[in-house]
C-alpha cells in the first residue's frame, strides 16, 4: 500500500503550487492552434482532397448520395476548422478575462488522479509504444511480401470477413469486456461513466466489424438500409457514404494523438481532461496511434501504388489494438492507487 501511494503521489501534480494557478501569460498553443485550424480550413476542399487521395473513393463514387453526402461531410468539416480556428484565437486574445472566470480556477484547482502525459525518453520508448511498433511492423511486412504469397493465403487474411477483420472484431469485443471490468476500479464516479460508454461504443464497433452477423447467418438487408448504404451491407458506418469512416478516423487523431498533445502543452487541459474522466494515452501510446493512423489509403498507396491492397483493415486492427492498450494503461494505473481517491 505504501508503494501505491508513493506512485500515486509521484503522478500527481500539486494543485495548491502558486506557480502552475497564477500565472497569466497567454500560452502561445493557443494562437499556434487557431493559425492551424484556420489553415487546414483553408485548405480542406473538396478539390484538394481529391487530388491528394483523400476521400477520394467517396468523392468520385459512382452513387450522387454518397457523393452528395461526402461534399456536406467536407463543408462541415471546414466550418469546424474555421470556428475552431476563431475559438482558439478569442482565448489567446482574452486569456486573462478568461483566466480568471470561476470556471477555469475551478478547473486549475482541481487535483488530477490520472499521469499527465510527458514526453520523455521513459514516457515515449514504453511499452505500450514497442507493442504497437511491432504490429506495425509485421502489417508492413505481410504488405511488402503479400505479392509473393498464393491468393489463398492472401484473401484469408484479408477478404470480407477474413482474418485481419475478425481479429478487429474480436479485438473490439476485448475492448468492450475490459472497459466494463474498468467500471469496478475506477476511483471516481466521472471514470465509471466514461468506461460505461467505452464499453457500449466498443460492443457497437464489434458488431459493426462483423455487420452483425449478416454473412454468417445469411440473412438479408432491408430494402431501407439498402438504399443509404454504399456497399448495401447491414450496418451503420457504410451508410450515408462513409461518414462514419470519416467521423471514426478524425475521432481516434482527435483522442488518440491531439488530446495527449494538449494534455502535454499546458497543465489546464490536464485537469480538464481528468475532471471529466478521460482517460489519456502515454507518449508512447499517442505515438503508436499516430502509426496506426498511417496507415491511410493515400499515403500508403503514394509509396506502394502498384498494388490493390485494403490497407484499412490494417489501420483498423492497429486502431483496435491501441484502443486495448490504452485500456490497460489506464486498468494498470488504477490498480496502484488507494480506493478512497
Known amino acids: 500500500m505504501e ?33 492551424l485550424f484556420i489553415f487546414v480550413g483553408y485548405l480542406l476542399t473538396a478539390q484538394n482532397l481529391v487530388h491528394f487521395g483523400v476521400m477520394k473513393t467517396s468523392l468520385t463514387h459512382e452513387l450522387p448520395r454518397v457523393r452528395h453526402i461526402a461534399i456536406l461531410t467536407v463543408t462541415f468539416f471546414r466550418l469546424a476548422m474555421f470556428l475552431l ?39 515515449i520508448f514504453n511499452r505500450s509504444f514497442f507493442i504497437i511498433l511491432a504490429l506495425a511492423c509485421a502489417s508492413l511486412l505481410f504488405i511488402l511480401y503479400s505479392p509473393y504469397l498464393s491468393n489463398t493465403i492472401s484473401d484469408k487474411i484479408m477478404k470480407e470477413d477474413g482474418i ?14 475490459i472497459a466494463a ?27 459493426e466489424e462483423i455487420s452483425w452477423g449478416q454473412r454468417i447467418f445469411g440473412f438479408a438487408s432491408p430494402e431501407a438500409i439498402k438504399n443509404i448504404n454504399a456497399q448495401e451491407e447491414f450496418n451503420l458506418h457504410n451508410s450515408f457514404g462513409y461518414l462514419a469512416d470519416h467521423l471514426f478516423f478524425i475521432a481516434i487523431f482527435s483522442y488518440g494523438c ?19 474522466g478521460i482517460p489519456i494515452a502515454s507518449a508512447g501510446l499517442a505515438i503508436g496511434f499516430f502509426i496506426s493512423l498511417l496507415f491511410y489509403d493515400p499515403i500508403f498507396f503514394f509509396f506502394f501504388h502498384q498494388w490493390a491492397f485494403r490497407i484499412a483493415e490494417i489501420r483498423e486492427l492497429l486502431i483496435s489494438a491501441s484502443l486495448l492498450i490504452l485500456l490497460f494503461e489506464a486498468r494498470n494505473f488504477f490498480a496502484t492507487i488507494q480506493p478512497s481517491h
Open 164 to 177: 485481419a477483420e475478425w481479429l478487429t472484431a474480436l479485438t473490439f469485443l476485448f475492448c468492450s469486456v
Open 258 to 276: 491531439v488530446m495527449p498533445l494538449l494534455s502535454l502543452t499546458h497543465e489546464f487541459w490536464h485537469r480538464l481532461f481528468d475532471k471529466l
Open 3 to 35: 508503494t501505491a501511494k508513493k506512485n500515486h503521489t509521484s503522478d500527481v501534480v500539486d494543485a495548491s503550487n502558486p506557480k502552475l494557478l497564477s500565472t497569466k501569460k497567454r500560452p502561445t498553443v493557443f494562437l499556434f492552434f487557431a493559425f
Open 181 to 207: 471490468a474498468n467500471i469496478f476500479i475506477s476511483p471516481r464516479i466521472q471514470y465509471k461513466i466514461t468506461f460505461l460508454l467505452f464499453s457500449l461504443l466498443f460492443f457497437l464497433c464489434f458488431g
Open 85 to 123: 480556428g476563431i475559438c482558439f484565437g478569442l482565448i489567446f486574445l482574452f486569456w486573462k478575462k478568461i483566466y480568471s472566470l470561476n470556471l477555469i480556477q475551478t478547473i486549475l484547482k482541481h487535483q488530477p488522479i490520472y499521469p499527465r502525459t510527458t514526453f520523455t525518453v521513459k514516457t
